[in-house]
């Protein structure tokens, strides 16, 4: 038996059972992935809301830091003042139903433009829609689902030419635990992603890099917006290595996937692009990112290192989602800006949505 040790696990060739004796002989080819004990164990119940077994320290999400901007429901001073508005902390608050209520704003592929790109010897699909300064919409696993239209959408209405990459799965199709799940499989053993490794400067980024370039070029105003999301939010912060990228949007960053202490703690990027990141701060350079404040797939540690390195150039949004949270959020809280999304006026995932096309309006306005 012969095998291919990754940095993800061990990939083993296909075996002589899978080969018939009939005439001509027939092969299988199926190749099976060993999983490391690394590996956490995992099951999809909604969307990537994965119960991950790791070592995680849930006291980090308690973290009161000044440099946070933290969303609430208007009437709600603070996040950390739930008791002063009649929740208590040791119950699990108003039921996911009574603020949850109604699904998240949806979108179809009607009106996109698709058409293939090839960047760092990568081609994925790419979907086009609007008009003004361009932003590049990564797709959160499993991929470029109705939510995540719905948010494109929403950016093209507020004057944006918006780039979708295909990065994964199927275009257009609804988010199912399988769906969610079979994803998740073969991202963790693809190369181009590097989904478990640390400083790691990944094959992707260098793709993204060359789409925003693109669009650059294509679009009104000094450069371009790149908004990643779960798997793709730290692919964002490794685009803005490129000049062009003046507005990184880094919504529950994902990878490296936190089965460890170390990868919690984890940029996302490589040592070099997040070096380089930091020197753009002096001239200018900003950075936004989203989490909610009880979500395992995104540590809080992950943010810190950020703003260890970037400093006030790091505006973070950390929406309360404890028990007994007034918006009535689920502790599974994980998609900012899509699935947790409901149109409520004073909802905090309207709030931070708002506050994510001001950040692009802000630093992709053109010229006067």
Not at 1 to 13: E, F, P, Y
Not at 190 to 197: I, L, P
Request: include cysteine; charged fraction near 20%; charge should be neutral.
């Amino acid at each position: 038996m012969s095998v291919k040790a990754t940095t993800d696990g061990v990939v083993r060739d296909p075996s002589a059972f899978g080969t018939t004796t009939a005439s001509p002989p027939s092969h299988a080819a199926i190749t099976e992935l060993v999983v490391p004990r690394s590996i956490p164990t995992a099951r999809a119940t909604s969307g990537l809301r994965f119960v991950v077994t790791a070592s995680y320290d849930r006291g980090n999400g308690d973290r009161r830091d000044a440099s946070v901007r933290r969303m609430q429901p208007r009437g709600v001073r603070s996040p950390w003042q739930a008791e002063a508005v009649g929740h208590d902390r040791r119950r699990t608050g108003p039921s996911e139903g009574d603020v949850m209520a109604g699904s998240a704003p949806e979108g179809d592929l009607t009106g996109w433009t698709r058409t293939p790109f090839t960047g760092a010897g990568i081609t994925h699909d790419r979907y086009e829609k609007g008009t003004g300064p361009g932003v590049v919409l990564l797709p959160e696993v499993p991929g470029i689902t109705p939510p995540v239209l719905g948010l494109a959408e929403h950016l093209v209405g507020a004057g944006f030419t918006v780039a979708v990459p295909s990065l994964y799965g199927v275009p257009g199709r609804a988010e199912t635990p399988g769906y969610v799940f079979g994803t998740m499989v073969r991202l963790c053993v693809a190369a181009e992603f590097a989904a478990f490794a640390n400083d790691r400067r990944r094959p992707v980024a260098d793709f993204v890099r060359a789409l925003a370039r693109d669009l650059a070029a294509r679009t009104p105003g000094p450069g371009v917006g790149v908004i990643g999301m779960c798997f793709s939010g730290g692919f964002a912060l490794a685009a803005a290595v490129d000049d062009v990228v003046l507005a990184p949007v880094l919504s529950q960053p994902f990878v490296p996937l936190p089965v460890s202490a170390s990868r919690q703690a984890d940029a996302g990027v490589s040592a070099g692009e997040l070096d380089r990141v930091a020197e753009r701060t002096a001239d200018g350079l900003c950075v936004l990112g989203l989490r909610f404040s009880g979500d395992r797939l995104a540590p809080p540690d992950r943010f810190a290192t950020l703003r260890a390195r970037l400093g006030a150039a790091f505006e973070v949004i950390e929406i309360d989602s404890s028990p007994g949270n007034a918006a009535g959020l689920p502790r599974s809280a994980h998609s900012v800006l899509t699935r947790e999304v409901r149109d409520v006026p004073g909802h905090p995932t309207i709030a931070a949505r708002a506050r994510v096309t001001e950040f692009l309006h802000e630093r992709l306005a053109p010229p006067v």
